[in-house]
């Protein structure tokens, strides 16, 4: 019997996935932890914005830019949610989105500090 | 690695001092058939930057574009080997992207090799890559080893060619 073992931060960072990706490249890993950093808070208050207004298509749109850094950084649970947020733009679904985005919103709520975590010596 | 040791053991037998070797050093040194001319059209910064390091750590050239367009006006400044294309982007796609590249061919014998980059993993969203003109796919998250694998694939038809200061879109 083989045994699962899950590599998952509690925000759900794959680090050993992630350092892998990165070629165990640290210099090129907080590189890319800065540049998230500036342009996640961002991306964030717009897609709430859209939320809010039910703008499907800027839905789908910054869902998606949201998906592919937090896939490019093995944030996989958040970025399964942010590929629901954008099919859910794609397919004109209004039903459900305020809901999923509040569940967006508690996935990352602890990420950029857990990030910072894996830039220090000691997170890495 | 195995480059780097080699060159260290190598140094043993030399007199005067001894050279320092980097991975600058090495990318240097490489066989210049090998590196290719990349253009990376990418919207997401972060993907953007992790292509473009991982290429130029394996001693590639690569040139950046935020979208199709841009890669579309890249294309019509400079040759490229190989042009890795984000699917999804503002402005203009990789889809449509490619088919501006595909109807510019039209009547020549030019092929520029086009390299999808899809978060879609779908078959369905790979054969409509492959139908707009793209030559093979790159899933994301890039995995090392198919980003590997396509760069030994292109690397090959480059050291295949006659010519290997020419791009290996002008060699059909």
Partial sequence: MTEQRDHSSPIGVDLPDLLLRVDNDRDLLCELIGIFKEEFPGLLRALQKSVAREDLKSVEALSHALKGMLSGLSVMRAAAIAARLEEMGREGKTSGLTDALTLFEREVADLIAELDGYTSAKGL | ?172
């Fill in chain 2, 1 to 172: 690695l195995r480059e780097a040791i080699a060159r260290v053991l190598g140094a043993r037998e030399q007199t005067g001092a001894i050279p320092l070797v980097t991975r600058y050093s090495l990318q240097n040194a490489r066989d210049p058939e090998t590196i290719l001319r990349v253009l990376v059209a990418e919207d997401n910064p972060v993907n953007q930057r992790l292509v473009v390091r991982l290429l130029e750590k394996r001693g590639h050239r690569v040139v950046v574009a935020g979208n199709g367009r841009e890669a579309l006006e890249a294309l019509a400044k400079d040759t490229f080997d190989l042009v890795f294309m984000d699917v999804q982007m503002p402005e203009m796609d990789g889809i449509e992207a490619t088919g501006g590249i595909r109807r510019q061919e039209t009547g020549t014998s030019r092929h520029q090799i086009v390299i999808a980059l899809t978060a879609h993993a779908m078959k369905s969203d790979r054969d409509r890559c492959l139908a707009a003109g793209m030559d093979d796919y790159l899933s994301k998250p890039i995995r090392l080893q198919e980003l590997d694998a396509i760069l030994q694939k292109y690397s090959c038809l480059r050291r295949g060619s006659a010519d290997a200061s020419e791009p290996l879109g002008l060699r059909q």
